[in-house]
């Protein structure tokens, strides 16, 4: 039987367990209360970027309309007596702050670590009352409540900006190449970013690339010629430090591939004239429009020697067989009757930028039937 006294001692640990986490989740509702033991009511979102002798110090903009202007404190952990102490003051309507203010790079301490810039951020209001009160915050001590949220950084030396070459021989493929960067002591990374023409944000593609990776990025994702984007390359260091090289590239107009395993078969008819089937493999382009079919005409070159075809039909992309009917013979020299030859060339979606004709590929030749090989090799040698 479990005794009254035992009982009493648990009623009165959970009511207290009740009452200190109803009293937690009241501090814990506004971030911008003094009281709140996470955020002591400084701005949320505190970030740094660091650089060649600055840091970029931003935040949260409150949404808060008696907000008047933002203070921004620094500390070094390299000083004897490291104390924070306010290095600049916005207004109300920035959420940034620039501090090139007596800053060092690469500073290290006496075992090789990195010095650190810490940085916190307070909001005044119309009556001019700062929140957090630095007053009460001397030091950055995370095992005291309320806690003044706060970011570290080491400010270092750029590393060396990329030198890219642009590559975009390949259909809808552009390939940045950086391979003689001259790689320094602290070199932690690269990160390719993209955008639009005329864009402004900046999206990063791909995972980063370190040392062991390849120095050269391939982008397949266009969908025709010309197409463009920016590009970001950064090359970072240890300490996050970026150094750009900002590029705009546009695909080339790459006709597509010439048509695979181009076959025929024909079939005679008993009005003297034929059919022929023609069939190949479907082109892979993301931009491929279609194909068009050719034969030979009579009493033209041959195609070598720059001899004219007749156009015959054009087949939407996803085609690969057509059946020409009632097709009739051509007279070589010898006045020998001989089949037509019949070609396909894939056709672009995006006409030539010269001409503005369709962009088509090489041209891939059927093989003539059975037995008439001699025949039209002597039409097309002539």
Request: charged share 25%; hydrophobic share 30%; net charge negative.
């Amino acid at each position: 039987m479990i005794s009254k006294s035992y009982l009493l001692q648990l009623l009165i640990i959970s009511s207290c367990l009740l009452i200190f986490s109803c009293g937690s989740g009241d501090d814990l509702a506004n971030p911008f209360d003094p009281d709140n033991p996470r955020t002591a009511g400084s701005p949320s979102g505190l970030r740094l970027t660091p650089g060649d002798q600055q840091v970029l110090v931003e935040w949260n903009q409150l949404d808060y309309p008696g907000v008047s202007k933002y203070r921004i404190y620094r500390r070094f952990s390299g000083d004897i007596q490291s104390k924070f102490t306010q290095v600049g003051e916005v207004s109300s309507k920035d959420n940034r702050y620039v501090d090139q203010n007596g800053i060092l790079n690469d500073q290290l301490d006496t075992t090789g670590k990195p010095h650190l810039y810490i940085y916190r951020v307070s909001y005044v209001d119309a009556e001019g009352i700062e929140t957090p009160n630095p007053k009460e915050f001397q030091t950055d001590d995370r095992k005291t409540t309320p806690l003044w949220p706060s970011q570290a950084t080491t400010p270092s030396t750029p590393p060396p900006k990329p030198n890219l070459l642009i590559d975009k021989s390949r259909n809808l493929i552009i390939t940045l190449i950086w391979k003689d960067y001259p790689v320094p002591e602290d070199f932690k990374e690269f990160r390719i970013f993209s955008t639009t023409p005329g864009g402004s944000k900046f999206e990063q593609v791909g995972q980063p690339y370190t040392l062991e990776s390849p120095f050269f990025f391939s982008d397949p994702a266009f969908n025709k010629d010309g197409e463009s984007k920016r590009y970001r390359l950064v090359a970072y260091d240890k300490f996050g430090v970026p150094s750009i090289t900002e590029v705009e590239a546009s695909v080339g107009h790459i006709p597509p591939q010439m048509p695979l395993n181009f076959l025929s078969q024909y079939r005679s008819k008993i009005n003297g004239k034929y059919d022929v089937a023609l069939r190949w493999e479907a082109n892979v382009e993301k931009d491929l429009k279609g194909y068009q079919i050719y034969s030979t005409k009579q009493d033209e070159k041959p195609v070598s020697q720059g001899g004219e075809l007749a156009p015959r039909r054009f087949l939407s992309a996803g085609q690969t067989f057509v059946l020409l009917e009632n097709e009739g013979w051509l007279l070589n020299k010898k006045m020998q009757l001989i089949p037509k030859l019949y070609y396909v060339a894939a056709v672009d979606k995006t006409p030539r930028p010269d001409t503005g004709l369709p962009d088509e590929g090489m041209l891939a030749a059927a093989p003539p039937p059975p037995g008439f090989e001699d025949l039209v090799e002597g039409v097309q040698s002539q």
